[in-house]
C-alpha cells in the first residue's frame, strides 16, 4: 500500500510541473516577454521553480531570452518563446489552405485552380535550380532532402544498385489538403523532377493509406526505374 501512495504523489507531482509549464508558456505567448520575477509573481511561485521550468523549455528549444540593460544595477533577462513554440498552440492552416482553394476552384474553375497550383510549383522550381545550380546528381538528391525536411517531410533517401534514390517522406504536412486536391501531390512531382533535372516516380502516397510517400529518383536518361 505504501509503495501505492508512491506512485500517485510522483504522479501527482508531475502533473503539477507540466501544468506550470504550461501556464508559464501561457504567459510567454500573451506577453510576448517576461522576466523571471514577473513571471513567479504571475504563477505565484519562487523565483527558483521559474529558472527550472525555463531551463527545460529552454533545453527543448521552446524558449529564448535576451538582456535588457538598464543604467544601475545588473542586467535583467527577458525570456521569450521560439518559433518552434508555435507548434504548441492550435494552428488552422490546413483549413484555411482548403478554403482559399475551395474559392478559387469556385470563381476559376479547374483550370483556373490548376494554374494557381502549377504556377507556384513553378516558383518552386526555379528557386531550387537556382541552389542546386553546378551540383551533380548524388549531391543535387542530397540536398533536395534537406530541403524538404526543412519543411517538415521527415524524409530520407538511399541509394540503389542502379544508381536511382529511393525517396521516402514519413509525414505529409499537406495530407488533409491533398486528400481532397490530388494536384498537390502532382504537382509536387513535378517539382522534384524538374528541379533536379532527373526522372522521378511516385510509388505510393500517405494520403492513400501508406505508412510514408514513397519516389524512386533516376538520372535523366535512365529510361527504366528498378523496382527492387
Do not use: W
Not at 509573481?41 to 523565483?47: A, T
Not at 535583467?76 to 492552416?93: D, G, M, V, W
Not at 526555379?126 to 530541403?147: I, S
Amino acid at each position: 500500500m505504501a509503495a501505492y501512495h508512491r506512485v500517485v504523489s510522483v504522479s501527482a507531482v508531475e502533473h503539477i510541473l507540466k501544468e506550470s509549464r504550461s501556464a508559464l508558456i501561457d504567459l510567454l505567448k500573451t506577453n510576448g516577454g517576461m522576466s523571471v520575477e514577473h513571471l513567479a509573481q504571475q504563477m505565484k511561485v519562487s523565483k527558483v521553480c521559474v529558472r527550472r521550468h525555463l531551463s527545460l523549455l529552454e533545453r527543448d528549444g521552446l524558449i529564448s531570452y535576451e538582456q535588457e540593460h538598464h543604467e544601475r544595477g545588473r542586467p535583467r533577462f527577458i525570456y521569450k518563446l521560439t518559433e518552434k513554440a508555435s507548434c504548441l498552440f492550435p494552428q488552422i492552416y490546413d483549413e484555411f489552405a482548403k478554403d482559399i482553394l475551395q474559392h478559387l476552384k469556385l470563381q476559376y474553375g479547374d483550370d483556373g485552380l490548376s494554374r494557381v497550383l502549377r504556377g507556384r510549383a513553378n516558383e518552386m522550381i526555379a528557386r531550387l535550380r537556382v541552389e542546386f545550380d553546378g551540383l551533380g546528381f548524388d549531391e543535387k538528391v542530397r540536398a533536395m532532402t534537406r530541403v524538404i525536411n526543412t519543411k517538415g517531410y521527415l524524409a530520407d533517401t538511399r541509394r540503389m544498385k542502379d544508381g536511382s534514390y529511393r525517396l521516402r517522406q514519413r509525414n505529409c504536412p499537406t495530407e488533409n489538403i491533398a486528400a481532397v486536391y490530388p494536384k498537390v501531390c502532382d504537382e509536387e512531382v513535378r517539382v522534384y523532377s524538374e528541379a533536379l533535372g532527373s526522372d522521378v516516380m511516385r510509388e505510393c502516397r500517405i494520403v492513400d493509406g501508406a505508412k510514408m510517400c514513397e519516389f524512386r529518383i533516376a538520372p535523366a536518361g535512365l529510361t527504366q526505374i528498378s523496382k527492387k
